[in-house]
């Protein structure tokens, strides 16, 4: 196992093999994502998922709604793609405006288009070890450690976040009686009273907290794994602003036995995971 755990290779095998998979059946699953307004992350996510479901043979159509649109209105078009037998799948890109309710609007999306996996059902079944949708970035850092033989086996695996796309499903699923559970979990939050004695104690440190290079090499033990699935803006001297993780990578890489980098890490993986969920939710929809 290399010391730098790139995300680069794991992406492009996985969007080599959704490839090959559409092109075998002769399929193009859709994708609709419904973008609220005009924010420029948001937009660049989107038209980055356009170009590579085009190149692999999904087909990804992004529905523009003004920044305005009530929450009837949103319901109704979220049930019209839900009740378009050619839409496999539908997403709703954040951020969404303040006046949206969020949770009615995942309960509306058809659980079987939902490759979010917010809906509660989805949840339910990742929890229960049912077969369903895993949300995109904790399916990521699966991959990450199938591919890199990263045993999690009898593991402490300390996750620092619990968000519900990313923190709680995690834990769920390294719990798992499996080749990529067995895990013991400690999950920690913002009220979590001496973070850094967890951290410490971490086989696999995972950092999900949204805070830029929150996690400091005084916070890792030696031969530790550290997972960072942070992204976050900073500004930059030269190009204006750069992207970086939760954890200071340059200060805790010669200390830890294997490290993600930001960018080209989780990242990199969770947009090709994102596009395998609509590949399944196709497969589903389509079982006979
Ligand atoms: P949330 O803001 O929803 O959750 C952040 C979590 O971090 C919360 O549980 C919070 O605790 C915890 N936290 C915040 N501050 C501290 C602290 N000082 N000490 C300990 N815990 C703390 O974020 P997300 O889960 O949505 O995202 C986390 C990061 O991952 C972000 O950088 C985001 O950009 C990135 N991300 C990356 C993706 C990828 O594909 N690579 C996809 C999704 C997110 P509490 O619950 O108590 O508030």
Same mark, same amino acid.
């Given at each position: 196992m290399s010391k730098r755990l790139s995300g680069k290779k794991i992406a492009k095998e996985i969007y080599g093999s959704i490839k090959e998979d559409i092109e075998l059946n002769k399929i193009t699953p859709k994708l609709v994502i419904l973008l609220i307004g005009n924010d420029p992350a948001a937009e660049y996510y989107v038209q980055n998922l356009e170009k590579k479901g085009s190149k692999i043979g999904i087909k990804v159509e992004t529905i523009i709604l003004n920044v305005s649109i009530d929450q009837q209105s949103l319901l109704k078009k979220i049930n019209t793609l839900n009740n378009?037998?050619? %839409? $496999?799948a539908v997403m709703l890109q954040k951020p @969404? &405006?303040?006046? *949206? $309710?969020e949770s009615e609007i995942v309960m509306q999306i058809d659980p079987g288009k939902d490759v979010d996996a917010f809906h509660p059902l989805n949840m339910g079944n990742l929890v229960l070890d049912r077969e369903g949708f895993i949300p995109c970035t904790p399916a990521a850092v699966l991959e990450l450690l199938k591919y890199y033989e990263?045993?999690? $086996?009898g593991k402490h695996i300390v996750i620092v976040g619990r968000s519900d796309i990313v923190g709680k499903p995690l834990a769920n699923l390294l719990l798992r009686k499996s080749n990529l559970g067995n895990a013991t979990i400690t999950v920690c939050h913002?009220?979590?009273?001496? @973070?850094t004695f967890h951290t410490k104690q971490a086989d696999i440190l995972i950092a999900a907290i949204?805070?830029? @290079?929150? *996690?400091?090499?005084?916070m890792v033990s030696e031969n530790a794994i550290v997972i960072d699935v942070g992204v976050n803006q900073i500004e930059d001297a030269k190009k204006g602003y750069r992207y970086v993780g939760d954890v200071d990578y340059e200060a805790c890489f010669e200390k830890v036995s294997a490290i993600t980098p %930001? &960018?080209?890490? *989780?990242g990199t993986i969770t947009t090709a995971m994102l596009l395998n969920n609509v590949l399944l939710a196709y497969k589903m929809q389509n079982k006979n």
């Amino acid at each position: 196992m290399s010391k730098r755990l790139s995300g680069k290779k794991i992406a492009k095998e996985i969007y080599g093999s959704i490839k090959e998979d559409i092109e075998l059946n002769k399929i193009t699953p859709k994708l609709v994502i419904l973008l609220i307004g005009n924010d420029p992350a948001a937009e660049y996510y989107v038209q980055n998922l356009e170009k590579k479901g085009s190149k692999i043979g999904i087909k990804v159509e992004t529905i523009i709604l003004n920044v305005s649109i009530d929450q009837q209105s949103l319901l109704k078009k979220i049930n019209t793609l839900n009740n378009d037998v050619q %839409v $496999n799948a539908v997403m709703l890109q954040k951020p @969404l &405006p303040s006046h *949206i $309710n969020e949770s009615e609007i995942v309960m509306q999306i058809d659980p079987g288009k939902d490759v979010d996996a917010f809906h509660p059902l989805n949840m339910g079944n990742l929890v229960l070890d049912r077969e369903g949708f895993i949300p995109c970035t904790p399916a990521a850092v699966l991959e990450l450690l199938k591919y890199y033989e990263i045993e999690t $086996n009898g593991k402490h695996i300390v996750i620092v976040g619990r968000s519900d796309i990313v923190g709680k499903p995690l834990a769920n699923l390294l719990l798992r009686k499996s080749n990529l559970g067995n895990a013991t979990i400690t999950v920690c939050h913002s009220r979590t009273k001496d @973070l850094t004695f967890h951290t410490k104690q971490a086989d696999i440190l995972i950092a999900a907290i949204g805070k830029p @290079l929150f *996690i400091k090499a005084d916070m890792v033990s030696e031969n530790a794994i550290v997972i960072d699935v942070g992204v976050n803006q900073i500004e930059d001297a030269k190009k204006g602003y750069r992207y970086v993780g939760d954890v200071d990578y340059e200060a805790c890489f010669e200390k830890v036995s294997a490290i993600t980098p %930001v &960018p080209g890490g *989780i990242g990199t993986i969770t947009t090709a995971m994102l596009l395998n969920n609509v590949l399944l939710a196709y497969k589903m929809q389509n079982k006979n």
